[in-house]
């Protein structure tokens, strides 16, 4: 009996756990290596140096030039090697005035965001059944934290640009895009699905899939 709920209590630890404990110092990513795993291989801890544990030019200015008028630069284990397996990664968000970040989720980590310029409108929506939208008017130096997997935006309200840093709790948190992954995909969702799911006519869906 005792055995049996041992076993069920590492099972359950085991079950709720996020990113496992560090078993070394680090684990620099082997950027090269052929083998494919859940995150990357380590090279030799022998083989590290300063560098893999470097980024520079996150002061720079990202293109707002595009639709929505935002970039985002973000700097994970592709650009910082040492991040490997330490489950976070960082973002540099610009905007323009009025730019936005579309509506978007993040599948594998919740993200906790700081304004160092401008003023961001910014907001998250919970799940079914309740959809509640939780919403902000960020300044300078706010804080403001999305939860993991829901959707969220950032929408800079202002008549000059914005800028915000954001700490996301996954080297590999993943983005979804909302009107990207219903509108843009390839190919696309079925017009008769999507005319359905929004009660709009199908004219309507194939102009909004053309504009992805």
């Not at 070394?24 to 380590?42: K, R, W, Y």
């Not at 720079?60 to 030039?65: E, I, N, S, V, Y």
């Not at 202002?158 to 996954?170: D, E, F, Q």
Request: one cysteine or more; a negative charge; proline letters at 6%.
């Amino acid at each position: 009996m005792a055995a049996h709920f041992l076993f069920l209590a590492l099972a359950s630890s085991h079950a709720i756990a996020s990113d496992p404990n560090q078993l070394q110092d680090f684990c620099v990513a082997d950027l090269n290596s052929d083998v494919f795993a859940n995150g990357f291989v380590c090279k030799d801890s022998k083989q590290a140096k300063a560098e893999d544990f470097f980024f520079s030019g996150l002061d720079k200015a990202g293109d707002t030039g595009n639709k929505v008028g935002s970039n985002v630069t973000l700097i994970t284990v592709d650009q910082i090697p040492g991040l490997n397996t330490l489950g976070i990664t960082l973002a540099r968000l610009d905007f323009a005035p009025y730019g936005l970040i579309p509506p978007h989720t993040h599948p594998r980590a919740t993200e906790i965001l700081t304004v160092l310029e401008g003023t961001l409108y910014v907001g998250f929506v919970t799940s079914n059944p309740n959809n509640q939208l939780f919403i902000k008017v960020l300044h300078k130096g706010d804080v403001f934290v999305f939860p993991q997997g829901l959707i969220h935006f950032q929408f800079n309200h202002g008549k000059t640009n914005a800028v915000a840093i954001s700490g996301l709790s996954s080297q590999n948190p993943g983005v979804i895009l909302i009107p990207n992954a219903v509108f843009g995909t390839k190919p696309p969702i079925s017009d008769d699905i999507l005319a359905k799911a929004f009660q709009l006519d199908k004219k309507t869906i194939d102009w909004l899939q053309a504009q992805f």
